[in-house]
């Protein structure tokens, strides 16, 4: 019987590997994770645009310093020891990390505030808890799982029961985005 220990690998090992059109690549606890690159359709673009719009408009009434949005799968080091490095399709990052991303960062270090994740075709049912687990154990405070095919957002918080909206109820922003809410019904518009 042999004993054989995995190397973890780090954020910037992940970053050295060569691009691939094929794959998309993450971290998690360390281990590498790879899945064929996903084939999001009009309606999850829409989604992520329409989303990233209604917390835009929300963050600029925001006093300052407030954080800032990031999308397209902006990767995130959630967490350190091991490293966990995931791409968000919707993320608001704190004002202390919007400050210290520099032009030529490859990830927002830390947890965001909320990560908010369009479920695409391809995603399993455990990978999805697996990210929600991860995400609230690192420190994000809200996860937002928007379903466009049930046109229904979950929200997860630490500590909570999971909330479902439904296209006839309105999205609130709860203490951590104060004053944000809106119609679940506009995402899917």
Known sequence: ?????????TSADLFALPPSKK????????ELRESKVTKRNPNHAAAVMTIGVLLGIW????PKPRGKLYGGEAYFRIRQDPETNV???VALATP??????KKKSTFVDGAPLLAVEVLSPNDKHQ?????IEEY???????????DTTTEAVTVHRANAEPVM??????????ADLPGFVCQVAEIFE
């Open 1 to 9: 019987m042999s004993n054989t220990t995995t190397k973890r690998l």
């Open 23 to 30: 794959v998309d690549r993450w971290l998690f606890q360390g």
């Open 59 to 62: 963050l600029a009434k925001q």
């Open 87 to 89: 791409g968000i399709d």
């Open 96 to 101: 202390e990390q919007a400050a210290a991303v």
């Open 127 to 131: 990978d999805i808890v697996n990210s």
């Open 136 to 146: 609230l154990d690192c420190g994000v405070k809200q996860v937002w799982i928007v």
């Open 165 to 174: 909206y439904t296209r006839s109820q309105e999205l609130p922003g709860g």
